[in-house]
Every structure is written in C-alpha cells, then in structure tokens.
C-alpha cells in the first residue's frame, strides 16, 4: 500500500471531517506513514485536502540531523517524493515551527489522543494558536489494522528470525544451563542473523517459573523433566515478532504432558475456528469453553486473552479478548496464545503469528510444536 492509499484510508475516517489537518508526532505512526525510522522527534501534518491556506500535500519538518537521510529515503521513492512537503528547520531557530503552522489559519486538529499527556495539547495550544484540538487516533490505528505488503514482508522475516532464536534454545539447551544463559545464546542468533533487536524481553520459564505467564528472565538451572516454556520474538525494519513454544527438557512427566497438549489442541481449535468476519471476542469463547469442556479444574487458569495484533507494535489492535469488538478482516498479523499456569506443576502457552487471508490463514511461526 502506497503513502497516497494510507492517506485516503486515514482522510476517510468520519472524524477527519471535523478537522483541518492532523498532527502526528508518535515514531511508530511515523514510521508507518513513511516506510523507515526518523530517530529525532518529528512532526508530520496531515491536512484535510479541503484546508485553508494548505495544499494536500502533507508536511515534515525536520531538523538537520535528520533532514539529508530523510531527504534521500524520500526522494528515491515516487510515491513518497509526490505526497511529502519538506519543511527545513533553520538551525537556532525555535520560532520556525510555530510560526509556519499559524500562517496555515487551522482552527481545528486532530492529535494522537492515545499517545500524548493534555499537558503536550495545552503547550500546543499557546505554541500554534489554534482553539480546538481533537482526539483522533483511531482514523491511523484503524488504517494500521490491516497490513500492506510491505508490512507483510517485514512482519514474515521478523518471525523467521524469533523462529532461529527459538531452534538455538530448543538446540542449546542442557542440564545445568541457566534461563539466562540461553536467552542470551538465542538473542545473538537472532542479531547475527539481521535482527534489528527483540521484539520484548525474551521469557525463558523454566519449572516451576512456567506457571508464571510474564516470568522474568533468572539465574534458575535447567533440570531434567522441567517444563521449558520460551516466548520470543524479533524486530525487523520496525516491525515485530511473536511465538511462543513449550516443551518438556528430558524425562516426561505424564501430567505435565496432559498439559501441553490440552493448550496444543486448544490452539488448533482456535485456528481452524479463524475466518475473515469473525468477532475476536467469538475466538477467545471457543478457547474458554474448550477448557472448561476439556479440563475444568484447570479452565480458571487461562488468565490472558487469546491473542493480539501485531505490527510496529508488540501488542496492537485487533484485540482477541472476551470483551473486543474488532472483526477479523484480511490482511491483519495476530497471535493465537492460548495458555494454562497451574500452580505447583507449572505452565504451558502455544502462540503462532498468523496472517489473515481469505481462502486460509498462514502461520507466520515455523517452530515445531511439541506433543507427547
């Protein structure tokens, strides 16, 4: 998708009609908007095409640590050179910025509600001299819901990189190793392989630590019959990764086995239940109720929705919960993560990245999973 469709996209939201332009300030929105990273903090107006004093174009202002680098990226880029009007901020000058955006004559502007303090908005409203400033996230959040190519390809080398964090510590790992230790082997891999970085702090849970959903990272040795569970993922040119993988290290315990492949079943059940117009929240009953029908006793401790967007964020909307109102629509990047914690035996989560596609979805996330 071009910078002109996510443009038209954004415009066609209803409450862009009450505004003249919209400011976007948030890195991952920028990001969005132009393709690649802009590291200092950045303004880019988006007016409404109708807008005093304006045209359609949207505007940068950059200062000149960025300008050359963000310059080049644009200009080599039809699409991106055609919409973009640079702004150059004159070394030194503070007033350059303000004063350009007054002589625009915007009375009313749409701003990033879910990312900036009303302190930020008050200061705006003295800096630029403008009257009404309205929450507009949802017109960019509900463009980034579905993913272009682009985005796809980025996503899809993001999950190729966590599956080779993962290969290293299932590969790795032996008895005595620590958690931390072999996250640190597969968060090298994962760089020597063109990872960008991770994509959240890498869980390693081992034992007891499993029943844990969000375990920190320790110095616990790995024992023989431990429950490994390992969540990973990776960042590829801003965009993220997320899988989720658990196994037993060496002799198998039957229960902890039963447990593992409940959450195993659990998933499959919920992808094939997976289809383009389905209420997220529809997805997240089917898994609840396949617990309580499966393993009652165990059914309270699925203690986290089933799944999440996934994209310049770690965790974005569509939400897969009990109370979301998002629709599964084509071309969006969620996880499916069912998961038990039992206290006292320990826990077991199965996530996949999956891309939505009409005629069948795709598991982004190779990794074998384990059952017994």
């Known amino acids: 998708m071009t910078l002109s469709r996510k443009l038209k996209q954004i ?24 393709g690649f990273k802009i590291e200092s903090e950045t303004l880019i107006l988006i007016p409404n095409e109708d807008a005093l004093k304006c045209n359609g174009d949207i505007k940068i202002f950059l200062n000149a640590l960025e300008l050359d680098e963000a310059k080049k990226n644009i200009n ?27 002589n625009f004559g915007y009375n009313n502007v749409g701003f990033e509600d879910d990312y900036l303090t009303m302190n930020k908005i008050k200061e ?44 290293t510590i299932y590969n790795s790992i032996e008895e005595g190793m620590s958690e931390r230790d072999l996250a640190a082997e597969a968060e090298y891999a994962m760089r020597k392989a063109g990872s ?42 801003g965009y993220h ?19 593992i492949n409940i959450v195993n079943e659990s998933q499959k059940l919920a992808l094939d239940s997976i289809k383009i117009g389905i209420n997220c929240k529809e997805l997240d009953k089917i898994t609840r ?18 799944g999440h967007g996934v994209g310049l964020d770690i965790h974005e909307r569509p939400y897969i919960s009990s109370n979301s109102q998002d629709i599964i629509q084509e071309n969006m990047v969620i996880t499916i993560e069912p998961g038990l914690y039992i206290p006292g035996l320990g826990g077991a989560r199965t996530e ?21």
């Open 289 to 306: 109720n396949y617990f309580i029908e499966k393993k009652e006793e165990w059914s309270s401790r699925f203690i986290h929705s089933l």
């Open 196 to 237: 960008d970085g991770t994509a959240f702090d890498t869980i390693i849970a081992t034992g007891i630590n499993s029943s844990f959903p969000h375990a920190t990272i320790s110095e616990k040795k790995i024992k023989e019959g431990d429950v490994v569970l390992v969540d990973i993922g990776a960042t590829f040119k």
């Open 11 to 34: 415009r066609n939201h209803e409450g862009f009609k009450e505004i003249d332009a919209m400011f976007i300030i948030n890195p991952k929105n920028i990001m969005y908007l132009l």
């Open 352 to 372: 996949d990245l999956i891309l939505i596609k009409k005629n069948g979805n795709i598991s982004l996330s190779k990794s074998q999973i384990y059952d017994y």
């Open 124 to 167: 705006w409203e003295q800096k630029y001299e403008i009257s009404n400033f309205i929450g507009l996230s949802e017109a960019i959040l509900e463009a980034r819901l579905i993913k272009t190519e682009e985005e796809i390809e980025r996503i899809k080398k993001a999950a190729n990189l966590g599956d080779i964090g993962f290969k």
């Open 241 to 259: 990764s997320d899988m989720s993988r658990t196994f037993i290290f060496g002799r198998v315990d039957e229960k902890k086995a039963d447990l």
């Open 76 to 102: 080599k880029n039809k699409d991106l050179s055609k919409n973009i009007e640079i702004f150059e901020i004159p070394l030194g000058d503070s007033r350059f910025v303000s004063e350009t955006i007054k």
